[in-house]
């Protein structure tokens, strides 16, 4: 009887919870480029090098996509100006709704989709993101904070 009893909680618990959304998923650059539409409309995270530019706010492979305008990059919309000056040139995760280029809409844009960002960004300060982050002001100051005594 308790056997039954176990399983039945068991089975009623996994429903319940197979219905909830637990945490947003972590995506690469390159699962959007070569599966577009599965995560067409899917909040996602998703991480890269920023870049501001005259044409607008872009979330690259890495630095070579952003500078040469190579596809390898998302449109980013729905951040403040002073978040986009404080993270651009750096390498960051964030996490929106993507809106993909199907991939024959890709060969005519030089981007692969778009993102809504819903929550703040996210940085990664780990010990060699030194050369990419470079011009990053956040990244910056974080190293003048944790390495207060070394000449910069």
Request: charged share 20%; hydrophobic share 40%; aromatic share 14%.
């Amino acid at each position: 009887m308790k056997i039954v009893i176990f399983f039945i909680i068991l089975v009623v618990s996994f429903n319940v919870f197979s219905d909830m959304k637990i945490s947003t998923p972590y995506v690469s650059i390159i699962n959007l480029i070569s599966s577009p539409d599965e995560y067409n409309e899917v909040e996602i995270e998703v991480s890269g090098y920023f870049l501001k530019t005259e044409k607008g706010n872009f979330l690259c492979l890495n630095m070579a996509s952003c500078f040469s305008r190579g596809k390898e990059r998302i449109s980013i919309r729905g951040l403040s100006d002073l978040d986009v000056l404080k993270i651009n040139n750096c390498h960051i995760g964030l996490t929106g709704k993507y809106l993909s280029l199907n991939k024959a809409a890709q060969g005519h844009w030089p981007l692969i989709g778009f993102m809504d960002v819903t929550r703040e960004y996210s940085m990664s300060f780990y010990d060699g993101y030194e050369i990419v982050n470079n011009s990053c002001e956040l990244f910056n100051q974080f190293q003048k904070i944790k390495y207060p005594k070394e000449k910069r």
